[in-house]
């Protein structure tokens, strides 16, 4: 099993919405990552937790939280959010932080927030 | 903060022709990685590289980690409409705080 899992593929919110995005892997991996992409932009690094602790945390607002319940499972829970905050969310997954051997990604959540 | 510069950002070429494109940092990279990104999915690995002057192939598709460690290149060979989607270069230089750093993508266009 060589699969990062993201569910759901798409979701559309209004801004009192509270929702959550899951991802899931199987892998082993002891790393797991949230992205945020805009079009026509490369991932940008959001939250890393290695070990099932959060290890990195790059300045992302309060209405995002991510949680880790085990070394498979990763959640991003959804607050208040603005209609900026429309784009697509990826969890990736890696053998181990800072190994440098390559993120495996899943498909992504397509997020909308109207 | 690291930044590395990846071109062309697009390229619209003929089916069955060849395709370069490559990255450069200001700074030395332990790890070169090459992702495709095809629209609505996320990015899938094609090519990684681990040491300076590594050279790898994966079917059409050929890389290479510069001597230098400050660069990379991946190249295709006979192109095909399927090698349409967004070409990223990404690496890893090991910081305390090392993850991935992105390019900015190559577009790629292939007319049948």
């Known amino acids: 099993d060589t699969e990062v899992t993201q569910t759901p593929k798409h979701l559309v919110m209004g801004m009192t919405n509270k929702k959550s995005l899951k991802c899931e892997q199987h892998?082993?991996?002891?790393?797991m990552y949230w992205y945020k992409q805009k079009a026509k932009k490369p991932p940008e690094l959001m939250f890393v937790?290695?070990?099932?602790?959060?290890?990195i945390n790059e300045s992302v607002p309060s209405r995002f939280s991510p949680e880790c319940p085990n070394s498979s499972l990763l959640n991003l829970h959804l607050h208040a959010l603005q209609p900026e905050d429309s784009a697509l969310y990826l969890c990736?997954?890696?053998?181990?932080?800072?190994?440098?051997?390559?993120?495996?990604f899943g498909s992504g959540t397509r997020l909308t927030v109207v | 903060g690291q930044q590395l510069n990846q071109s062309p950002q697009s390229m619209f070429i003929q089916e069955g022709e060849d395709v370069s494109m490559n990255c450069t940092s200001s700074?030395?990279?332990?790890?070169w990685l090459w992702y495709k990104q095809d629209p609505g999915e996320g990015p899938v690995l094609l090519i990684a590289?681990?040491?300076?002057?590594e050279l790898t192939s994966n079917g059409r598709l050929t890389a290479q980690f510069g001597i230098t460690r400050k660069d990379s290149f991946l190249n295709i060979s006979a192109s095909i409409p399927s090698d349409v989607g967004i070409y990223f270069c990404?690496?890893?230089?090991?910081?305390?705080?090392?993850?991935?750093?992105f390019g900015k993508g190559t577009k790629l266009s292939v007319k049948p």
């Open positions: 590289l681990y040491k300076a002057g």
């Open positions: 892998m082993g991996h002891r790393a």
């Open positions: 700074s030395i990279f332990n790890t």
């Open positions: 990736a997954s890696s053998q181990g932080f800072n190994r440098g051997r390559g993120n495996t």
């Open positions: 937790y290695s070990y099932e602790k959060l290890s």
């Open positions: 990404a690496g890893n230089y090991g910081g305390s705080q090392g993850n991935l750093i």
